[in-house]
């Protein structure tokens, strides 16, 4: 059985095990984001402010990074990874940095642009990237999860206990617009509900396992889930379509208010959820526009052969794709915009927010006490869980959004 490197070395963890860290301690930026997050908070209730003016500032031209906002109406957005420029390189061509959270920084030398967490003295910030606002969505979301039965692990896994507990007290996806369960089995969950089975149709759920969790590679099982998704229909009368996974504790209600007021370009957005890492779009809450779910669907055979996933990124030196990666990449690849939302979750296994006494422990579980995030992970147990879910900051988040 092929072991795949996993750098992080996380036991049960995020199925994004390919992603890469190339800069020190990233941890202390989960509590100082934290406490940023909840002090701009504060202040926008204080304020009232509802939805953020995304016009384009005045004068913007194309060389100022506008070139695709055609309308008054613009929003920043993170270009692609393969777009940007790497930790060491000179990035005032591109513009943008390959290491999520990153911006490119110039003034040290003519001539000359740095990616940096936050800027030297006397350094401005490179023009961002500006696409035109095709949208401001409602607030419908079609959420769901996926009940893995055979994990290839020999652990006890509670996911299926956990999804029951959700649903018989209606949180988590229950508490959204629409919901659905899909499973490689078909179980109860309650009286009149059941976990939708999909099908090993190409072959590939069992081919390779994670090396430390025993548990199979998940891009293979989620292929067949999302086309389930798609051929069911459900998902295309919603705004956004939302996955989260069995042990992140969620808070719907939390979400709607975060994406309230949000723009939205024609091409669609998902929102990048963990930063200093270089691909940050962590699977415990993947929140995805209508139309970024779109072509994910429609392009689904397009990155599942195209993609070279069951290698992986930089020649297979982390081992196949996770679902997470597989789904970024190839939206990535056609088109769909990618922004910047740390605020949303606060995930144990992302590096950024452990705290620095924490760093090296890749079993490390948030705290739930006062946190207002919309996704906590993981919590494997139901006790747990729930008592999380308890815990944590009830309170409903204003609205956040970076325009400039």
């Known amino acids: 059985m092929y072991q795949p490197q996993d750098p992080r070395q996380i036991e049960g963890g995020s199925e994004q095990d390919e992603i890469l860290i190339p800069h020190p301690e990233p941890a202390r930026w989960g509590w100082k984001r934290a406490a940023a997050g909840a002090a701009a908070s504060v202040a926008l209730m204080l304020a009232g402010a509802a939805v953020a003016d995304y016009r384009r500032p005045s004068g913007l031209s194309s060389a100022e990074g506008a070139e695709d906002a055609v309308g008054l109406d613009a929003m920043i957005y993170t270009p692609p990874h393969d777009q940007c420029s790497g930790p060491k390189a000179n990035c005032l061509a591109t513009g943008c940095c390959q290491t999520a959270g990153y911006k490119c920084f110039t003034g040290m ?107 199979w590679v998940n891009t293979g099982m989620y292929v067949q889930t999302w086309q389930a998704i798609g051929a069911a229909g459900v998902w295309a009368r919603h705004n956004y379509v939302v996955k989260v996974d069995a042990d992140a504790v969620f808070f719907a209600n939390k979400l709607v208010e975060a994406l309230r007021g949000m723009a939205v370009p024609a091409e669609g957005v998902y929102l990048e959820n963990c930063p200093f890492v270089e691909y940050g779009y962590f699977g415990n809450l993947e929140v995805f526009s209508k139309n970024a779910f779109g072509t994910l669907l429609s392009q689904m055979e397009d990155c599942y052969a195209g993609l070279n996933w069951k290698v992986g990124i930089k020649n297979g030196k982390y081992g196949p794709m996770g679902e997470d990666l597989f789904a970024q990449t190839c939206m990535d690849r056609h088109g769909v915009k990618k922004v910047e939302r740390f605020d949303l979750t606060r995930d144990g296994t992302c590096p950024a927010d452990r705290p620095k006494a924490e760093k090296k422990n890749k079993k490390y579980v948030p705290s739930c006490k006062g946190t207002p995030a919309v996704s906590i992970h993981p919590f494997k147990k139901p006790d747990a869980y729930f008592k999380c879910m308890e815990e944590a900051d009830q309170v409903m988040p204003a609205p956040r959004h970076d325009a400039r």
Request: charge should be positive; proline fraction near 6%.
């Open 109 to 215: 030398q003519p001539g000359v642009g740095k990616c940096m967490k936050k800027p030297c003295k006397g350094c401005t910030e490179v023009a961002p990237k500006y696409v035109a606002v095709n949208e401001y969505p409602g607030m419908s979301l079609f959420c769901f999860s996926v009940y893995t039965n055979n994990t290839g692990s020999t652990k006890k896994s509670y996911e299926l206990e956990l999804i029951k507990g959700q649903k018989e007290r209606g949180v988590s996806i229950f508490r959204c617009s629409e919901s659905a369960v899909y499973s490689d089995v078909e179980v109860p969950i309650a009286p009149g509900l059941s976990t939708i089975k999909i099908f090993d149709k190409k072959g590939d759920w069992h081919f390779a396992k994670r090396k430390l969790s025993g548990t």
